[in-house]
């Protein structure tokens, strides 16, 4: 069992930057591949960026590459998001989740836990 809690939200301008923070418990959290989604109103939950259990591999979204990047601390429980050079288009609620099998996955039906999310607004 793990849980999630997202942190790290809020209201920017284009161009500004923010940092998700996603704080897990649960004793399989290092084991765990993790993954950060978004789902902005009236579209589909997409993915975003993804690390595996020992942060040594990443994956992203073209619309994010190179703005984004994912990591974690696994002492501390924790897989973190930092987005820099916003933009209008990343306004969403943001969402971690853990993957159900150890391996590199994009597909949100393929994570079986998932935390609360955190609203991103970024405005123009």
């Known amino acids: 069992q793990v849980q999630l809690v997202e942190s790290g939200g809020g209201l920017v301008q284009a161009g500004e930057s923010l940092r998700l923070s996603c704080a897990a418990s649960?004793?399989?959290?290092?084991?765990?591949?993790m993954g950060w989604f978004r789902q902005a109103p009236g579209k589909e939950r997409e993915f975003v960026a993804a690390?595996?259990?020992?942060?040594?591999?990443?994956t992203y979204a073209d619309s994010v590459k190179g703005r984004f990047t994912i990591s974690r601390d696994n002492a501390k429980n924790t897989v973190y998001l930092q987005m820099n050079s916003l933009k209008p288009e990343d306004t969403a609620v943001y969402y971690c989740?853990?993957?159900?099998?150890?391996?590199?996955?994009?597909?949100?039906?393929?994570?079986?836990?998932w935390g609360q999310g955190t609203q991103v607004t970024v405005s123009s």
């Open positions: 989740a853990a993957a159900a099998l150890p391996m590199m996955v994009v597909t949100p039906r393929q994570y079986n836990y």
């Open positions: 649960g004793r399989t959290f290092s084991t765990n591949y």
């Open positions: 690390i595996s259990a020992s942060g040594g591999s990443t």
